[in-house]
């Protein structure tokens, strides 16, 4: 029986309830003076086991033979249900971390904050300077709130007060920092960047096993997915025995008949256990290249199997030590127990749990809810307040006796001229009220024809300066003279910034969150972590040959294989040798139909399909946020277009659409005239972003790589037309192609080759040329935003950030004010 002030350390595992009292004495020393291990008729991961019924029973035995009066309580909960996150810090104001810290809490957390809860430490050997943090690192600890009222349920049940909680590698490594890291600097002596050495610490359990990466300050956890469970459910398979044979056989595996099978059936787990490890091990210094692997130590009732501490040590190179004794611990009565002694490795976590309960641990985070210190808070003072509530009652009701009396033993006719005075003044203020009244409804009625008239001047604008927004989002190469045409021999397609818009649609939705379905959001998301990702993510490749720059080059093909032209013609074909963009491509190849332009889940899988072999490799994993979805009504706007600038990665195919185009249309501006023409007829103009006109969400919807796209070749019937050979309609014969070929003299009697100048036979130059194609349809909403609007939005932000808030809501005509 424990007595005293005290810490209760419970570890609820999946084969037994463990528990474990005690206090910190003055010289650092950890006083025991009761426990309690009650092993579980079955393992709760068991089939045919009730895990529910199994722990209230444990518990209900532990209850019964201690007692929780006066004593703080702490318990773990396993580390695979909950999340731990480490952040570095960028030098910050150490006043404004946990700011900082709310917002990685919401990036790294992937729920909403109100369906977890979390705690954060900032870690121990950070340095501060000034007021400032530097090298500061943030461990973010969280679990679902759901998870952790079904985990403590039972001792909600049975009126047990709960005051932290804390995840089981975490606690396993306060203990292993105070009681096995004896060596580690002291804090203003540690350097980030010559860490002292590291050790690993193992604690393996029944179905998992924390595996702890620490220095003595920082720390790296993973949960492993293998315990000692897995070697009983090994000799199972390999020896076809009984669960509960198997179990009796592993712990006795020295008095077995043939202990030499025994182990070799075992052997798989064994090699899984240090290949985990050993990746493990890996991908830590992979993360922090300056640290160095000192030792490994071990605990858990599954290190007693023979062999396995040694078995660890021989593959992975390091000395292994087992955590069978605690160098801090004192409390004869418990320490000599043979149940103590024999299970001492399973209690290290009990042993973190009182350190962080008496407030010597390193980590101090807590993952208990905040409506459960609500609730006992409450609880805790009620008695207070009921007898506050008392004495207050009491008293008002003395204050009412003492001015009843008073006011018992005055006439009516007293105060009767008073109150007729204030009849008269409610009177009065009621009319002043109604006159005010008539004059707010008055104003109200003034500014709605105002804005009657200024609305319509300026809702004619509004298509014009959308359309001039997405004539400025289109890419402009600098370096070709304003109104020139380009030629194919003076730049290829290839190799020309330039974005052709086949047509405009448009369609109004009375609520714009139908159109952004999570397709279109996906999309969206997407386009955003392109764009945060960078050209750093994107590998190089091999360019892709233009032969509309050089058809030359195209002609050396023809004269390998002649017959192969015309074999295949899956597009249009271009006009004359001027090549213009208009002239290359067929406008009718893409349609689309407007009645409805939100993508579905099924169009966003063939989207996905068409864009997987469109040149544009996948960016490097970015973290962006859930978008909300626009609110209201508005239009939804869709370019349909296509570009030839996809000779080599990575500025081609979807990622040029989404660097010129799409990039415009989040964070672009145009600049739009905002008033009349002035006396000497200038007009003034303002620059708007696109934002302020209202465009938001802009996607890639839909898009189609077409490798193969034929065009006519200038070179070939121009050398038709010197030769004198005719030009003919139907040399093509590709679908929705331009037709006009060519055939030269004598080629159509005598079938011999004709040598051009150059000496090659003019018919193996390719009647055409193919270039790879993008065809691609951009949407966005647009929720129009008349000019007036959009200056008034901007000056109200302008006196917002020179006055307050506050200020600027009691100003007249800006949303507050009389």
Not at 38 to 52: C, G, M, R, T
Not at 711 to 728: H, S
């Amino acid at each position: 029986m424990a007595s005293g002030q005290g810490v209760w350390g419970i570890d609820i595992g999946q084969c037994a309830f463990k528990a474990l009292r005690g206090t910190v004495q003055d010289d650092g020393t950890v006083l025991v003076d009761a426990f309690d291990y009650i092993e579980y008729p079955k393992i709760l991961s068991q089939p045919d086991a009730k895990p529910d019924e199994l722990i209230r029973a444990a518990l209900k035995q532990f209850l019964s033979r201690n007692s929780l009066r006066g004593d703080r309580v702490a318990i773990s909960l396993s580390g695979q249900s909950g999340l731990a996150r480490f952040v570095k810090l960028p030098p910050v104001e150490s006043k404004k971390i946990p700011q900082l810290v709310s917002f990685e809490a919401k990036q790294q957390i992937p729920f909403s904050l109100d369906d977890v809860v979390w705690d954060y430490q900032t870690m121990p050997g950070a340095a501060e300077e000034d007021g400032f943090a530097l090298e500061a690192e943030v461990g973010i600890f969280a679990i679902k709130r759901d998870q952790v009222f079904r985990m403590i349920q039972p001792l909600i049940d049975a009126e047990v007060e709960l005051d932290l909680i804390q995840l089981t590698p975490l606690a396993f490594y306060n203990a292993v920092t105070y009681d096995f890291i004896t060596d580690a600097p002291p804090p203003e002596e540690y350097d980030p960047d010559e860490p002292p050495p590291s050790v690993v610490a193992i604690s393996m359990g029944t179905e998992t096993s924390d595996l702890v990466v620490t220095d003595g300050y920082r720390v790296w956890q993973r949960s492993i997915p293998l315990g000692g469970n897995h070697f009983t459910k090994q000799l199972t398979k390999e020896l076809k025995l009984t669960f509960a044979k198997a179990e009796q056989t592993k712990r006795n595996a020295l008095e077995a008949e043939d202990a030499r099978s025994l182990f070799q059936a075992m052997r798989p787990v064994f090699n899984d256990l240090v290949t985990e490890v050993q990746r493990s091990i890996g991908f830590f210094k992979s993360l922090d290249r300056k640290a160095t692997i000192q030792s490994v130590v071990v605990t858990g009732n599954a290190v007693k199997l023979p062999g396995l501490a040694n078995y660890l040590e021989k593959n992975l190179e390091l000395p292994v030590t087992k955590l069978d004794q605690f160098n801090r611990l004192e409390g004869p009565g418990v320490l000599g127990n043979p149940v103590f002694t024999d299970n001492v490795m399973t209690f290290p976590v009990c042993y973190g749990l009182i350190l962080q309960g008496a407030g010597q641990a390193k980590l101090r985070t807590s993952l208990l809810p905040r409506e459960i210190l609500t609730q006992r808070l409450i609880r805790r003072k009620k008695p207070w307040v009921a007898a506050m509530a008392g004495s207050i009652l009491l008293a008002c009701a003395f204050n009412y006796f003492f001015n009843w009396n008073a006011w018992s033993k005055v006439r009516p006719e007293e105060w009767k001229s008073a109150m007729t005075e204030v009849d008269n003044l409610k009177r009065e203020g009621d009319g002043f009220v109604s006159q005010d009244t008539a004059q707010q409804e008055t104003l109200a009625r003034i500014e709605g024809v105002g804005e009657a008239a200024v609305g319509s001047s300026d809702g004619r604008l509004l298509w014009l300066e959308l359309l001039k927004m997405v004539t400025e989002a289109l890419p402009v190469d600098e370096s070709v003279p304003q109104g020139k045409i380009m030629t194919l021999e003076e730049r290829g397609l290839l190799q020309r910034k330039e974005l052709y818009v086949d047509y405009i649609e448009s369609q109004y939705y009375s609520d714009l969150s139908t159109w952004f379905t999570d397709a279109a959001k996906q999309r969206y998301q997407e386009g955003q972590a392109s764009a945060k990702a960078g050209a750093s993510t994107i590998e190089s490749s091999e360019p892709v040959t233009d032969p509309a720059a050089d058809p030359a080059a195209d002609d050396a093909a023809a004269a390998a294989d002649p017959n192969a032209v015309a074999a295949d013609a899956p597009d249009a074909d271009a006009t004359a040798a001027d090549a213009t963009a208009a002239d290359v491509v067929d406008p009718a190849a893409a349609t689309s139909d407007a009645t409805d332009m939100a993508l579905d889940g099924a169009e966003a899988d063939n989207v996905a399909d068409s864009t997987a072999d469109d040149g544009m490799l996948e960016p490097a994993e970015v973290e962006v946020p859930d978008y909300p979805a626009p609110e209201g009504g508005g239009w939804v706007i869709e370019i349909h277009g296509y570009h030839f600038h996809n000779e080599a990665p990575p500025n081609w195919g979807a990622q040029y659409v989404r660097s010129t185009l799409l990039k415009q249309f989040d964070s672009g501006t145009v600049e739009l005239p905002v008033g009349p023409p002035d006396e000497n007829g200038n007009v003034r103009t303002e620059r708007f972003t696109a934002a302020e006109l209202g465009i938001k969400y802009p996607i890639l919807a839909d898009d189609d790589m077409q490798r193969r796209y034929k065009i006519r070749n200038p070179k070939y019937e121009a050398e038709v037309l010197k030769q004198g050979g005719t030009l003919t309609n139907d040399m093509m014969g590709a679908e929705g192609g331009m037709g006009m070929g060519g055939m030269l003299p004598g080629q159509e009697t005598t079938g011999q080759p004709v040598l051009g100048p150059d000496g090659k036979p003019v018919e193996q130059i390719k009647p055409y040329i193919e270039v790879p194609i993008y065809k691609f349809t951009v949407q966005f909403c647009w929720q129009q935003k008349r000019v007036s609007e959009r200056l008034k939005a901007r000056e109200e932000a302008r006196l917002e950030a020179e006055l307050g808030a506050d200020e600027v809501a009691a100003i007249p005509g800006t949303g507050g004010g009389l």
